[in-house]
């Protein structure tokens, strides 16, 4: 079966591919996007969002999204749900693999594919996801209403997910291996500032315990200073440690660091020629929407001098 061609294929529905789905759609090139497992990436899962510029009061993160998509939608952006299974990058058209569904050829690629939360690793844990372990505070706080938990992390994922559950439970505790913190210090704090948060440090979580009920009751923990270990009750542990890149579908075609970001070179170019990266995939450093959109906007703009230069018109190949 042939597979569809494209001039632009974007990976990734966050910040980052949708600014440059509404670049690339307004200057004619009819994008598609690839929506991947967590429609609207990590805005998607997140509460209010103060530090956008633009929204006085702030704007709740899926909201903002939504609004992008739209607006990419407006001028001809086309969105398809799915996954890249497998990416050649060996010759141009870029040949796109998909889980499901017929397989698609680009001239252009643009990865804005983000990260995923990372997880402590271990087995207790991920035997007990969606059993009072969780990485988003918004899709399952709801579940602990009057009920004391934990936090595990010290940056601002940590500090928000902590300040957001206190709506919920009677008491979250924030468990953070050092005694410094890297979140920022308004977010720090405000977490602080709230009564119902507790705070221990420095400690880790060596185990989750659920004492053979399938749902977590608690947690082992060690303090790192002097190994001693004891154990807490919690109904639930909230991870807020920060994420992983969404590249294994590259295969190590593109140059990677050492924790899997794309290595790109003046802000959004790999090495493979018409491949843009943009987005939390290859920015470990600030991570931000503003910055996620600034980069897909590059992306956008790169993509459209280099289909120009190659000699493609708008649209459809
Ligand atoms: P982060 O800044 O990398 O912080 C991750 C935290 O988890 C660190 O405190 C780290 O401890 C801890 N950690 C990592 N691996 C661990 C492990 N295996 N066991 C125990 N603890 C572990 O990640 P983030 O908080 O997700 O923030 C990422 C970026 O997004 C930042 O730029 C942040 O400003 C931004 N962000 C902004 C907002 C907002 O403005 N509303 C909200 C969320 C995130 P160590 O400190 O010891 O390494």
């Known amino acids: ?93 870029y040949r796109l693999e998909m889980e499901e569904g017929q397989d698609l050829r680009a001239e252009c690629l643009i990865i804005a594919t983000g990260a995923r939360a990372r997880w402590l690793g271990l087995p207790s844990e991920q035997a007990l996801i969606g059993h009072g372990v969780s990485s988003c505070a918004t899709c399952d706080g709801f579940f602990f209403r009057n009920r004391d938990i934990i936090v595990v992390g010290g940056g601002d994922s940590a500090m928000e997910e902590a300040t957001f559950l206190t709506r919920f439970a009677s008491s979250v505790t924030l468990v953070h291996r050092r005694e410094d913190f ?3 210090r308004i977010m720090l704090e405000r977490a602080r500032g709230n009564p119902k948060i507790r705070w221990l440090m420095p400690a880790v979580i060596e185990e989750v315990l659920d004492a053979q009920q399938k749902e977590v ?27 992983v890149p969404n590249t294994g579908f590259l295969g190590g075609q593109l140059e990677c660091d ?32 503003i910055t996620a959109a600034g980069s897909g906007c590059m992306a956008a703009l790169e993509a459209e001098k280099f289909l120009a230069e190659a000699g493609h018109g708008a649209g459809q190949t």
């Not at 494209?6 to 440059?20: D, F, K, N, Q």
């Not at 609207?40 to 209010?48: E, K, P, R, Y």
């Not at 993160?61 to 739209?70: W, Y």
């Open 217 to 243: 009751t608690a947690v082992r923990l060690r303090d790192p200073r002097d190994g001693r270990q004891w154990e807490m009750p919690t109904a639930a542990v909230f991870l807020g440690i920060g994420h």
């Open 182 to 184: 890297r979140a920022s």
């Open 1 to 93: 079966m042939s597979a569809e061609l494209r001039s632009v294929v974007i990976l990734g529905t966050g910040c980052a591919g949708l600014t440059a789905a509404l670049y690339t759609a307004r200057s004619g090139l009819q994008p598609l996007v690839i929506e991947g497992q967590e429609a609207g990436g990590q805005l998607g899962l997140t509460t209010l969002v103060e530090n956008f510029p633009g929204f006085v009061e702030g704007i709740q993160g899926p909201e903002l999204v939504d609004n992008i998509r739209r607006q990419a939608q407006r001028f001809g952006a086309e969105y398809r749900s799915g996954n890249v299974r497998r990416a050649d990058l060996s010759a141009r058209p």
């Open 258 to 289: 050492a924790d899997g970001y794309i290595i790109t070179h003046e802000n959004v170019l790999t090495r493979a020629p018409g491949v843009f990266a943009c987005g939390d995939v290859q920015d470990r450093r600030y991570r931000q929407a």
